[in-house]
């Protein structure tokens, strides 16, 4: 829909804003929301365990010509301004036969199954972007007037969160008022604490990390060792938590659950960028978990992590 140009046009000044207060500015990507692409039909479904999934088609949703007028508008609009953008459907026509070569890692019960990575985080770990923003919008007929309504948040694109989130519905209007000022009004009066949200996001991560979660197993792989075993006098599970207190920036991280086969940690911080001034993500982290365990305790593992912020070291064993 063409008017939606004057909605993301007041979101990406919202984002420059925001970009032009914390000096590096954080890379964006603008994605239509789940329940857009419900609407207009672009979604699988999948069973698994009793449990339907619906995850969305974004290839598809591209190829809606309003969704991609408005996403070059908004990208033009960004490069304009100096903001960093990932485009989605760009990225995709190149590199479609690399996410095919994807590994997957299939385990026992105990080490977590199969753990293929979902199109949605194949394309957050190819394209790596700060800051999601989702958006859905519709457009409500009301007798010979109308309605019209919009969504969007913005998500950290490593643990998921939601980081800024504005809802709104203009009141009924007549149809003489064009759709785009209704809209553009609308949001007007929401982007001043969409901003302030979004800032605050920011300053955060880079003055306390990224947070991620990391999730450690060990299968059945007749070693005998669980996370109870001790190496010099210390338990498997301390000497990673020991790790993780050392590694993590100012302490912080929670451990959700263990066991002698499982360790899940959660609200883990990790160092924005490493000490080369690289962007640092939940596989390189673990990485350095695996080196730590092989050379103090010997083990083997596997970093099976399938996205930004979901650290994952299975199949540890001697």
């Not at 070569?101 to 949605?120: F, I, L």
């Not at 338990?235 to 912080?252: A, C, G, K, P, Y």
Request: aromatic share 8%; hydrophobic share 30%; proline share 3%.
């Amino acid at each position: 829909m063409k008017p939606l140009k004057y909605l993301l046009s007041a979101v990406c000044g919202a984002v420059c804003a925001l970009s032009s207060q914390a000096g590096a500015p954080p890379t964006v990507m603008i994605l239509p929301d789940k329940t857009w692409c419900n609407e207009n039909g672009y979604v699988d479904r999948s069973e698994r365990n009793g449990k339907v999934r619906i995850t969305e088609k974004y290839d598809e949703a591209f190829l809606n010509s309003d969704l991609a007028n408005l996403k070059t508008q908004l990208n033009a609009l960004m490069k304009d301004n100096g903001l960093p953008t990932k485009d989605h459907s760009a990225s995709s026509e190149i590199d479609d036969e690399e996410e095919g070569e994807e590994d997957a890692y299939s385990g026992d019960s105990q080490s977590g199954g199969e753990m293929a990575a979902t199109d949605y985080e194949l394309l957050l770990n190819k394209l790596r972007p700060d800051i999601l923003i989702k958006v859905g919008w519709n457009v409500n007929k009301v007798g010979f007037n109308y309605t019209c309504s919009y969504r969007l948040e913005a998500l950290d694109s490593y643990s998921g969160k939601s980081i800024a989130a504005v809802t709104a519905e203009t009141p009924t209007l007549k149809t003489t008022i064009p759709v785009a000022a209704a809209i553009k009004n609308a949001a007007t009066q929401y982007m001043s604490e969409f901003v302030g949200r979004l800032q605050e996001h920011f300053d955060d991560l880079q003055e306390n990390g990224r947070e991620i979660t990391v999730a450690c197993r060990i299968g059945d792989n007749g070693s005998g060792i669980n996370f109870n075993s001790e190496f010099d006098g210390k338990e498997l599970s301390t000497i990673i938590s020991d790790w993780m207190n050392d590694n993590t920036v100012n302490n912080v991280y929670s451990t959700r659950s263990s066991t002698r086969n499982r360790i899940n940690f959660e609200q883990v911080r990790i160092p924005f960028r490493d000490a080369n001034g690289r962007t640092m993500q939940a596989k390189e982290f673990v990485d350095q978990l695996k080196r730590y365990l092989r050379s103090t305790c010997n083990l083997k593992s596997e970093n099976t992590t399938k996205g930004l912020g979901a650290g994952r070291l299975y199949d540890i064993c001697q």
